[in-house]
């Protein structure tokens, strides 16, 4: 006799929660020609959890990400969505959940910031195009950047591009949000609302985020997680404390040390 299962939409249907789902690159290397980029790296992050990345320029940060958003396939190893190898097409992996910002801000200068997060709802999120400016105005609501909407995107404050870039990203409903250097660029006073909105983002979104990042005092305040990568490959992983302290990213950060500075500020 076979065994009875209650059926997964069933559950669904009665409103349980779906199960949280993980996103890992395991053992993934990545090379450009004769340089390898990302040796043998594992990392996972699942939502719910906020995961730190740090390391210096060049050590493969964006690498992993982009092989963590489906825009690159792994020279080896693997990128897998749970159980299941995550689709190396960007539009792809958005629409299984996986949503990621870029280090230079993408959006249309000519375009207002409400139509990029439509554009993007449509695009990344698989919203229908009559929904979307809908589903853009509320996300700006979310933000409260109402204000933002009608504003060509060229004649926004760098910090509200940087914003509206994650509006964008959040317009797609990303279960897991991948954020490349979120506070380049940003006075502290924006950082501090930057840190606001990544806590916003996993308490009322139940999102998992993985941010990579230089600014190490955003990434130890914000995160459950970090990891530290120098040439392509992890040398420390744990708690923000623990990375923190870790003597090979200390010794990573010599120049500074050298120079009488503390590269890894206490919080
Ligand atoms: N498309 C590419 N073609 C060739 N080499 C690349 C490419 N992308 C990255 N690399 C190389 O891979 C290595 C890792 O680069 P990556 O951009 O991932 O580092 P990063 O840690 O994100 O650096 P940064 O902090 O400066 O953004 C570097 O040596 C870089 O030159």
Redesign the pocket.
């Known amino acids: 006799m076979r065994a009875h299962r209650t059926p997964k939409l069933l559950s669904a249907a009665a409103g349980a929660e779906p199960e949280p789902i993980t996103l890992s690159a395991e053992a993934a290397s990545r090379d450009?020609?004769g340089?390898r980029?990302l040796d043998g790296v594992s990392l996972s992050v699942a939502e719910g959890e906020v995961v730190g990345l740090i390391?210096p320029?060049?050590?493969?940060?964006?690498?992993l990400l982009n092989l963590l958003s489906g825009v690159l396939a792994p020279t080896a190893g693997r990128v897998l969505l749970d159980q299941a190898p995550l689709p190396a097409v960007p539009r792809r992996a958005a629409r299984a959940g996986v949503v990621r910002t870029f280090?230079n801000i993408r959006l249309f200068g000519e375009l207002t910031a409400l139509e990029n997060v439509a554009a993007a709802a449509v695009a990344a999120g698989g919203a229908r195009r009559r929904d979307a400016d809908a589903i853009a105005r509320r996300e700006l609501a979310w933000l409260g950047a109402e204000h933002v909407a009608p504003a060509l995107a060229a004649d926004l404050s760098y910090g509200e591009q940087r914003m509206v870039e994650i509006v964008r990203a959040l317009a797609a409903r990303p279960r897991l949000l991948l954020l490349d250097e979120p506070a380049a660029g940003m006075p502290e006073s924006e950082t501090r609302a930057l840190a606001a909105l990544i806590a916003r983002i996993r308490e009322e979104r139940g999102a998992g985020l993985l941010i990579v990042e230089h600014d190490v005092d955003l990434i130890v305040t914000s995160c459950d997680r970090v990891a530290a990568?120098v040439e392509g490959r992890v040398v420390a992983h744990g708690t923000p404390e623990a990375v923190r302290t870790d003597p090979a990213v200390i010794s990573t950060y010599l120049g500074a040390a050298a120079a009488g500075t503390d590269p890894i500020p206490k919080d």
């Open positions: 450009f020609g340089v980029a390391g320029n060049g050590s493969g940060k964006t690498t280090q990568l």
